[in-house]
């Protein structure tokens, strides 16, 4: 199957683009089409895991490549409501470095405006054939992620959102609602929002499918508030997954898995973190992209220390799709 159906859950369409030709050092013809929506696309699709499933072999647990386990019971998938029987694909987005979260146009903002220390998150979905499956599972599946930070034994469950910021068409985290998990006789109080890790794994329940997540806030000390303005290149910004526009700002925490996505407008050429969400002191990697009608535009800053007011200017200059992914990838170092 084909990973770029799997995108089609995500709103996102996917395009292919050609490898250039380099005899005679002739560059290809700028493909006028070519957007960040398009570059996120391709970046996601690359990163999806899939996996076959016959439900004849379930129960199962999968084992995703940065050692996310996924425990699936027979009679957890639906389609129009009946059980899935036969064969279908899971397919799977694992983040648990910060490229990844880059490539899939994602963030660790939370909609009350803090930031989020990730443990790591991901996506799910499953086809039959070219069917998705129903949202909604009639059985709960269990999500393991592996416990990093062994200094700390708890986290907390998130459920992610496309209805943030301003216009209400970006990505964050919110409250693991009541429905992500079907009813549990063995919690009658309902969700335990607290996760306890168990043999080096944070495990809980999903009911439903799409983007999950479990972390802590970053930090509990003095924020401020950071203040971008980009010079060079289009101050078009992008919405989730380039939906609208085509300019993306992140800022990427030192030794941490953070990357905060900056997309409340400020002026006429800036963007701004959530009011009073940075963390005096904490240092970080600011990046800037730019894909639009087959122009690539690219900045970024290291070592940028978070102080109040602070305001810093990203001048982008034009560049190349390959650039772009080896500053993204950088951010892993």
């Known amino acids: 199957m084909k990973k770029k159906c799997f995108l089609a859950l995500l709103a996102a369409s996917m395009f292919f683009t050609g490898c250039k030709d380099d005899d005679n050092n002739v560059p290809d013809p700028v493909d006028k089409n070519y957007n960040v929506k398009e570059f996120f696309s391709n970046s996601a699709g690359k990163l999806v895991q899939t996996f076959p499933i016959k439900t004849s072999e379930l129960p199962k647990t999968l084992t995703l490549a940065g050692g996310t386990k996924i425990t699936i019971d027979d009679g957890a998938f639906a389609i129009g409501g009946a059980p899935v029987t036969g064969d279908f694909t899971l397919e799977v987005i694992e983040c648990v470095k910060p490229s990844h979260i880059v490539y899939s146009g994602t963030n660790t903002n939370h909609i009350s405006g803090e930031i989020l220390k990730s443990d790591g998150f991901i996506f799910i979905n499953a086809k039959q054939g070219e069917t998705n499956v129903d949202k909604n599972l009639l059985k709960n599946i269990t999500v393991e992620i592996k416990q990093t930070d062994l200094t700390r034994n708890y986290t907390h469950k998130w459920e992610g959102i496309d209805t943030a910021g301003v216009g209400g068409n ?19 109080g309902g969700i335990i929002e607290e996760i306890i890790a168990v043999e080096g794994y944070f495990p809980f329940k999903l ?6 997540n479990c ?47 900056l997309y409340t407008p400020y002026g006429t050429d800036g963007v701004k973190s959530y009011d009073e969400s940075m963390p005096v002191g904490k240092k970080g990697t600011l990046l800037a992209f730019s894909v639009k009608e087959g122009e690539f535009y690219l900045a970024k800053q290291e070592d940028v220390t978070i102080t109040e007011n602070l305001n810093v200017t990203l001048n982008m200059v034009k560049s190349t799709e390959k650039a772009i992914q080896e500053a993204i990838d950088a951010l892993d170092d």
Do not use: E
């Not at 970006?170 to 009658?188: I, K, L």
């Not at 924020?223 to 990427?252: E, M, N, R, W």
């Open 170 to 188: 970006q990505f964050a985290w919110d409250d693991f609602s009541d429905d992500v998990v079907v009813p549990d006789p063995d919690q009658p």
């Open 215 to 261: 972390d802590v806030y970053w930090d509990y000390g003095p924020k401020k508030t950071l203040f971008v303005k980009i010079t060079g290149g289009p101050v078009d910004f992008a919405s989730y997954q380039g939906g609208t526009g085509s300019t993306c700002v992140f800022f990427h925490g030192y030794g941490d898995l953070v990357v905060s996505q």
């Open 207 to 212: 009911g439903k499918l799409g983007w999950f």
